[in-house]
């Protein structure tokens, strides 16, 4: 038995575009369609299971006059029939009978444990079950599909019924978070949006009436080729105009500007009322969603609103100035007889702080190590300096923007080693000696001595435990993970932990950086596998991590990670047992629980655990 969520979706700006933008493949002047398109809290939560049926099963009162239960044979020409049925969890059939023609499956059983997304509310009730039912089918017979295949299947899966959605509908699958999604004929890409501040976002069901058909029907008058100049507004609003507010939109966003995120909400629908509005009159005139952006009552606590979906009088969205005005809104809506619901987008934590541990002996480079740390092995670098491995790895944070650095040693006897180098300044006598260049570069040392953190393993207990040791430096925050015997050099102008961080502020999840190795030497590295969630086949979503847990090099650790080390500790220590607390394991724990991103990095990889790949490491490090 798997649980699964799938959280309905809201559309905050570039309604229509996707329709629009498909009608490329006929008109190629017709500008592609734009969307900014993001999960909500509110949504379907499920347990899936395999079976020998297609079973749809529910204990949630809410929707109790929505549908009944059903089961059926995994028949296509059955599940098709029960397609085309009309009942609101035919969507659940559509898609079952596309899996089971492309790709064989067996049945699942469905239950549906809790529901609270609103039903036919523009907040797509029916995209999100039908990637529910995708993401089981997927999960439960390892199709290896990743996010845009299961939103793929949804789509198609809901055109299976008597239901014709958009293609942003199915943006649900990508969880609650902001995308911009791009509609150009055929083709859909998805990209996941930064947010800098939070957005305390309030919609609601007005409650009222619309005809989403007629609303539909009347808009693609215009399309593909305007007859007249109303027509030609319409097509301007939904292209070109509208790529203006998306890009105006993302910038908000990103630089943290919710007033003029607003205020673009506003102006997004005097855009609407003027240019599309007059295409379909009796339903977008829409006479309760004008008085509410209008309510005098509502202005002080919101910087912006507009419509929902399709508009008309079905949805109404705001953007509140804070949490308490959030609620006070909601508050007031429901007086005045609307469901209303909170969705608050938050930013990503931007990662701060990293960890690199340096605790080992370094057995394979002895008899060397018994005099100096490995991670104090000299590299000769492209610009003539020689540094040690610490310092090469310390300034590559540095450079991606990191401003505290924890070093896990193996005693305090160790930490004078990392004083003496980064905190004590040379004598001045050598001092003498040095060029200029390096007389300053000797004060670039010692200022990155102010940086680090040291925490201590006292005990040998695996990579992991060495790990843990720095939780309470990572404060509940996303953490930066460098090993200590590890370089990598950029073939951007990016630093490695720097392309890992992005993609971070991107996700917001558990990222791990891959490297490509030879097929011969797959046995002595840690091995990813899942699927590529991109065409560069650059970001892999992690369906298993496999063994040699030490051998990636960079990850972000997020605060499940620690709290799953901390349980995998506790758990030893009941047991009395003396097993090694590994890192792979609490990562493949909090994969199958929140997921996992892998990063293929665009660099070259170094490793410096040995003496033939040291060798190697000293021969081409410097020539890059």
Not at 90 to 116: D, H, N, Q
């Amino acid at each position: 038995m798997k649980k699964l969520f799938v959280p309905g979706r809201l559309c905050l700006f570039g309604e229509h575009t996707d329709w629009a933008g498909h009608y490329r493949t006929m008109n190629a002047e017709i500008a592609p369609g734009a969307a900014i398109v993001t999960g909500i809290e509110q949504g379907i939560y499920a347990e899936v299971e395999k079976s020998s049926l297609f079973e749809v099963q529910s204990v949630v009162p809410e929707i109790e006059n929505e549908w009944q239960d059903f089961a059926c044979r995994m028949d296509e020409q059955e599940l098709k029939r029960i397609a085309k049925s009309g009942s609101f969890f035919c969507y659940c059939a559509g898609v079952a009978s596309y899996m089971l023609e492309w790709y064989k499956v067996g049945g699942v059983r469905i239950k549906i444990t809790s529901m609270t997304l609103p039903i036919k509310s523009g907040l797509s009730s029916s995209a999100a079950i039908c990637v529910l039912v995708a993401r089981a089918f997927n999960l439960l017979y390892n199709l290896n599909l990743n996010t845009m295949g299961e939103m793929n299947i949804a789509y198609v899966g809901e055109l299976r019924t008597s239901s014709r959605c958009g293609r942003l509908d199915q943006a649900c699958a990508f969880g609650v978070k902001p995308n911009l999604m791009t509609f150009d004929g055929d083709e859909v890409e998805v990209q996941s949006l930064n947010v800098k501040k939070p957005l305390y976002w309030v919609f609601a069901d007005l409650c009222g009436q619309k005809d989403t058909v007629k609303i539909l029907r009347d808009l693609n008058r215009a399309y593909p080729f305007a007859s007249n100049e109303q027509e030609q507004l319409e097509q301007q609003a939904l292209g070109q105009l509208n790529q203006d507010i998306i890009n105006r939109a993302i910038k908000y966003m990103a630089e943290g500007e919710p007033a003029k995120l607003g205020q673009l909400m506003t102006e997004a629908e005097e855009l609407f009322n003027s240019h599309i509005m007059p295409m379909c009159p009796s339903e977008l005139e829409a006479p309760k969603l004008r008085a509410t952006l209008a309510d005098p009552n509502i202005q002080p606590l919101v910087y912006g609103g507009k419509g929902v979906g399709s508009h008309g009088d079905g949805s109404v969205q705001f953007l509140a100035r804070d949490p308490d005005c959030q609620q006070k809104l909601i508050d007031y809506l429901k007086a005045k007889g609307m469901k209303a619901y909170p969705l608050t987008i938050k930013p990503v934590h931007t990662v701060r702080r990293a960890i690199i541990p340096v605790a080992g002996f370094g057995t394979r480079l002895y008899p060397a190590t018994r005099a100096l740390k490995k991670d104090f092995f000299p590299i000769p670098c492209p610009d003539g300096m020689v540094r040690p491995v610490i310092l090469i790895l310390i300034e590559e944070l540095i450079q991606s923007g990191i401003e505290e650095i924890c070093l896990v040693l193996g005693s305090e006897d160790e930490r004078r080693l990392y004083a003496d180098f980064f905190e004590r300044p040379i004598d001045d006598d050598h001092m003498s000696k040095l060029s200029k260049e390096a007389q300053e570069y000797e004060n670039h040392i010692v200022d990155i001595g102010k940086r680090l953190r040291y925490v201590y393993q006292r005990e040998k207990r695996g990579f992991g435990h060495a790990v843990y040791q720095a939780a309470q430096f990572a404060r509940n925050e996303p953490v930066l993970l460098m090993l200590g015997d590890t370089l990598y050099r950029s073939l951007t102008n990016k630093p490695c932990a720097l392309q890992l961080i992005e993609e971070y502020e991107r996700y917001n999840c558990l990222i791990i950086g891959l490297y490509p190795v030879a097929l011969g030497d797959v046995s002595h590295f840690g091995i990813m596998n899942g699927v590529w969630e991109d065409k560069d086949e650059r970001i892999l979503n992690v369906t298993t991590v496999y063994e040699k847990p030490t051998s990636f090099g960079q990850y972000i650790l997020t605060p499940e990670v620690f709290e799953q080390l901390a349980h995998d500790i506790s758990e030893a220590d009941a047991e009395g047992s003396t097993r090694e607390i590994e890192l792979t394991s609490a990562l493949e724990a909090v994969r199958s629980r929140v997921g996992m991103i892998g990063v293929r990095l665009y660099s070259q990889r170094f490793d410096m655990g040995n003496p033939a790949a040291l060798v190697d490491t000293i021969t081409k490090f410097s020539h890059i």
